[in-house]
């Protein structure tokens, strides 16, 4: 028999995460579920955050952008769509139904390579905002919070609140390759963001590597570039480039090799598609 417990409020979540640092939190359940249905997980005690409407919300002004954990990648794709990148992603998580139930917070926290929502956040170079029971917020940045394959900064105690970032002026796109076009884990993913005011650009990779990774010599390269005058040869370049700095494994979904080449084309065809975006798409 497993207990469930319901807050209706964050402070009574955090303060039913302190007493109860054993139980499982619930979101969505798409993750969880999974693990509950095929017997890898019996939690004795539920936490369930569904209720909370302080995870529910966005905000934005000029200086920063808050996403909700509970926010789902449907409210994101619909509500949030001139953030192209993180759009584009949310928009291929699963089917509709996943998308309805599947939440950004939940996909932060499980960690995987894979984490369509994750990619776009390394882009935005976005922190994870945790909270623990009467303590101040921790705002963890992406790459301090993602530890490895399942693996995060997040205390027993904890929850993910949100993830925010600062906005970015210039085009991004997010793109994956797996055996068909829809409902697919990325085999290899991408997701570029263009920060027109720094001349600058973030590739993060997914699925290449214990956690989501940014190529940061393919970025160095293209922001060399004259982004007025393309070209291929450079960004084929980046796309070498960054197929050498991953670090992708054989598994069931593809072969390391496979994976390099895959980084190496998306790159190669981000960078085209973003850069030919400047000027047509807000970020
Ligand atoms: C058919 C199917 C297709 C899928 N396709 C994709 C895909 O294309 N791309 C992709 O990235 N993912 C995909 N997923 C995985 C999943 O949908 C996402 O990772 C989703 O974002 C998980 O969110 P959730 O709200 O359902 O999390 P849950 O399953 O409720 O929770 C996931 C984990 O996070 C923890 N957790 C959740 N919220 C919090 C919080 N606020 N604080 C602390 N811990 C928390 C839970 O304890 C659990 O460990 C798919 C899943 C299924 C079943």
Request: glycine content about 8%.
């Amino acid at each position: 028999m497993t207990e469930a417990l319901r807050p209706k409020t964050l402070e009574e979540a955090l303060a039913l995460r302190a007493a109860h640092p054993e139980a499982t939190v619930l979101a969505g359940g798409t993750d969880l579920m999974v693990g509950v249905n095929f017997g890898r997980a019996e939690p004795a005690c539920l936490l369930d955050l569904s209720r909370l409407g302080e995870l529910t919300a966005w905000a934005r002004d000029d200086n920063c952008i808050s996403v909700g954990a509970g926010v789902t990648f449907s409210r994101i794709s619909a509500e949030l769509d001139d953030l192209t990148a993180l759009a584009e992603a949310a928009s291929t998580v699963g089917s509709p139904q996943i998308r309805n139930r599947a939440t950004l917070g939940g996909n932060i926290v499980t960690a995987s390579p894979a984490g369509d929502g994750i990619a776009a956040l390394a882009a935005y170079d976005a922190s994870i905002v945790v909270a623990r029971h009467a303590r101040a917020d921790r705002r963890i940045p992406w790459d301090e919070f993602f530890l490895g394959p399942k693996q995060t900064a997040l205390a027993d105690d904890e929850l993910v609140v949100a993830a925010e970032w600062e906005p970015v002026d210039g085009p991004g796109t997010f793109a994956k390759v797996g055996p068909r076009s829809a409902m697919v884990i990325a085999v290899a993913s991408i997701c570029v963001q263009l920060d027109e005011q720094a001349h600058d650009v973030r590739i993060a990779l997914g699925s290449v590597g214990p956690t989501v990774l940014r190529a940061t010599r393919a970025e160095q390269l293209v922001t060399q570039l004259d982004w007025n005058d393309l070209d291929e040869r450079a960004l084929q370049e980046a796309g070498a480039l960054a197929a050498a700095d991953v670090q992708p494994i054989d598994d069931l979904r593809g072969t390391a090799a496979y994976r390099r080449r895959a980084v190496e084309v998306l790159v190669r065809r981000a960078l085209a598609w973003t850069l030919a975006a400047r000027g047509k798409v807000a970020a």
